[in-house]
């Protein structure tokens, strides 16, 4: 393995082997649109509902064109919300008819999708639309997908607990978009969720690696100790050892799997890099360690071994990006993880007169 030997030490990441990058061919992609709220509480089209054609506007298709993909844009998911109302909750989760239903659907549609030998770009939407992406990919790889949540919260609370209010493990809101790697990991006890996971295939709490936490109630706390997952707080990276703990979490993660999804929510990232997002971190992943981590995983997974299958991005709020500076973070992101490079250098050299 190219990287196994010389990446001990973190200046040996971030070198000349990291400038390099492949544009080439890389085969085929499909594109969902999921804008979803109602994990979140709210309507489709409400707050982050708008990112898939804010993407597509700033340059999406052009800059999967420029590193090598041939796409399959398959438009945004249709969100049925005619009887869309916040304030349901049964069972401790708010809207989980139409979240399960939303999760199955996509989940569906991803397992065909990769099938057919395509990778998979998937846009939001809030956190949620993530349940049904990555269980369809799971599925179509008969389980053999490690997940890469990059996020300043875990996700893994459980449902609302009414008559127990001092319950850690319950969830705080309800709301389903802090909920998915619970459900992916069969970890949720709601009937619903976990009938969800039984049509597909989950992921193993080992092969789910977290990087950038922060924000974390004392359940997710325990689950994280108890459950084997594997994690990177944002403590880690801005104070112990910058991005090389994750380096060393990465590089065991692919000796277990032969793919992996990655998921980023925007909060995960300082305010100062991605502004857009409902909850603006103060302190999350700098700039230059987000760009490093990605480019390590790109160059390490995309070999003739191991792959990114998918991606998501979650959480994006184009009410937010002023001046765009967000999104063409995320389209940079996008890039970098399926091994190619689409800095701002080479946005000036698509349309060099502005």
Not at 293 to 310: A, E
């Amino acid at each position: 393995m190219i990287y196994e030997d010389n990446l001990r030490d973190y200046r040996d990441v971030d070198s000349l082997s990291l400038l390099e990058f492949d544009n080439s061919s890389k085969g085929e992609i499909s594109i969902f649109g999921v804008p979803t709220g109602f994990g979140a509480g709210r309507s489709a089209g409400n707050v982050t509902g708008r990112a898939p054609c804010y993407l597509r506007e700033r340059g999406l298709q052009k800059m999967l064109r420029h590193i090598g993909f041939d796409i399959f844009d398959k438009g945004n998911f249709k969100i049925e919300e005619k009887d869309f109302d916040s304030s349901k909750v049964f069972n401790g989760v708010r809207n989980i008819v139409e979240v399960v239903k939303v999760s199955e659907d996509l989940g569906k549609e991803v397992f065909s999708e990769i099938n057919l030998g395509r990778k998979i770009l998937a846009i939001g939407g809030d956190h949620s639309m993530s349940i049904g992406s990555i269980l369809g990919a799971s599925s179509a790889l008969k389980g053999n997908i490690g997940l890469i949540w990059i996020d300043a919260h875990a996700d893994l609370n459980g449902s609302v607990d009414l008559e127990n209010p001092e319950n850690i493990d319950a969830s705080p809101t309800g709301n389903a978009h802090g909920m998915p790697v619970r459900v992916l990991t069969g970890l949720h006890s709601h009937v619903c969720f976990r009938g969800l996971v039984d049509k597909f295939q989950g992921i193993d709490p080992k092969n789910v690696l977290f990087i950038g936490l922060k924000d974390l109630d004392l359940g997710e706390i325990s689950l994280l100790r108890s459950e084997g997952f594997n994690f990177v707080t944002i403590d880690d990276i801005n104070i112990t050892g910058g991005v090389q703990k994750v380096i060393d979490k990465i590089i065991k993660l692919r000796s277990r799997v032969g793919s992996v999804w990655v998921d980023l929510d925007i909060d995960a990232l300082d305010e100062t890099i991605a502004p857009a997002t409902p909850m603006p971190n103060k302190s999350g992943i700098t700039g230059h360690h987000i760009r490093t981590i990605f480019k390590f995983l790109g160059k390490y997974f995309n070999t003739s071994d191991t792959r990114v299958i998918g991606m998501g991005v979650a959480e994006l709020m184009p009410s937010l990006d002023a001046d765009g500076k967000t999104a063409d973070l995320v389209l940079e992101l996008v890039a970098s993880a399926f091994g190619g490079r689409y800095t701002e250098f080479d946005r000036y050299l698509d349309n060099p007169e502005g």
